[in-house]
């Protein structure tokens, strides 16, 4: 075997189309790909198969011509748009005498790139050992079982069964770890689900542009960038509406097109935040001529994990990318809000998007007439900051009468926990 250089950005991009699969992955979103992975494309090689070649892929022809372009261009690195077998990778490096990396690879890659916090380190370790684990013996194909005779006798395990062992053992020691982070997860729910908070989370294909509403409606600052995968770790911020609804607003990673089965499982924790949601808003970025493919892929995704069946709204965002195009509300034919045109670079539309979730949460808040003693200026402070103040009266003595709207749970918690608040019975 060759040795692998430390670093490789060198890189030929390989896509082949398979007229027998009716799914094919973008080459342009590929290059995509390879560019937030930092690498520089010297060259891209395209082809078509009926089927890959089960020892190379790309059959020997082109196999040979890729095998030119890293000699003539001195690329260290071929990543191809395709999911490759541990033979296929094997088979690659030694005809092109340099690495190989998968689609699957190449995202790990960026994964491991961008992950900042620590459940989002272990849960890209997880994904990069479950990957690596099929594949180790590509890189021990010279350690052998030992031989026997003087001085060559074994311990009795190779290297690699040496490698696998202790792979499977961080493997286990990992998921031990995320289960914990999981339990913490699951504490922060139930107290929501207690205090009836709802969860709106933040979907959609990468790059499509959720960091950046997310920062415009929770007035944070998530990191945000025009590139695939920019944001790894789940952010959650309280947002509280106009009308005082309170609510968890959810950042979380974006989707793509064939994403990784080892990334799914691996960020399984991280996209219940999803599954669980009361409603989840479909980031599309308006400007893609390819959006209703990229909608699809995200349904496709959200099947997968168990969310479609949570309601959602499709958020058409970056208008202002577009002539012509105002922010507007899409209704369906029973006037539910079904589609937002908006800008969160401009904020054009936000007030719409503000508007259709108090709609959309406001379901369980009722109006209820109260007194407060003129003697409680704290909790007459805490109905304006809790609840929707309708109207304000006083009484002879100077108690304050209002009218407020409020969540009905949260109304009766208030009155439970403070006895100077006084239900008005209505007539």
Known sequence: MFERPHRGEHAILVSM???????????????ELAHSAGVITVAQVTGTRDIPDPHSFVGSGKLKEI?????????????????????QERNLERALQCRVLDRTGVILDIF????????????????????????????????????????????????????????????KFINKRLEKVNQQRELSRK??????????????????????????????SVFAASQLFATLDATLRRVTLQDKTTLILADTVGFIQQLPHELVAAFRAT??????????????????????????????????????????????????????????????SE?????????AVSG??????????SEQLSHDRVRRRVRVPVS???????????????DEQYADNGDSLLEIQISAQHFTQLVKSDSRLQPIEEN
């Open 17 to 31: 189309t398979l007229t027998r699969l009716a799914e094919q992955a973008s080459p342009e979103e590929f290059a």
């Open 67 to 87: 095998e030119a372009l890293v000699a003539e261009l001195g690329a260290e690195v071929v990543l191809f748009n395709h999911a490759l077998t541990p033979g």
């Open 112 to 171: 491991a790139q961008r992950a900042r916090s620590f459940e989002g380190k272990l849960q890209v370790e997880l994904a990069q050992l479950t990957h690596l684990s099929t594949r180790l013996v590509r890189g021990w194909t010279h350690l052998e079982r030992q031989k026997g005779g003087i001085g060559l006798r074994g311990p009795g395990e190779t290297q690699l069964e040496t490698d696998r062992r202790l792979i499977a053992q961080r493997i």
């Open 191 to 220: 107290a929501r689900r207690r205090a009836q908070l709802p969860v709106v989370s933040l979907v959609g294909y990468t790059n499509a542009g959720k960091s950046t509403l997310f920062n415009r409606l929770t007035n944070g």
């Open 271 to 332: 996209l219940e935040e999803t599954r669980q949601a009361t409603l989840l808003l479909h980031i599309v970025d308006a400007s893609d001529t390819e959006r209703q493919w990229r909608v699809e892929q995200v349904n496709q995704v959200l099947a997968d994990i168990g969310a479609a069946e949570v309601g959602q709204i499709i958020i058409y965002n970056k208008i202002d990318r577009l002539n012509d195009c105002p922010a507007r509300c899409e209704r369906d």
């Open 335 to 343: 006037g539910k809000v079904t589609k937002i045109w908006l800008s």
């Open 348 to 357: 054009a539309g936000i007030d719409l998007l503000y508007g259709v979730l």
């Open 376 to 390: 409680a200026g704290d909790l007459r402070a805490r109905l304006f900051a809790e609840a929707l103040v309708l």
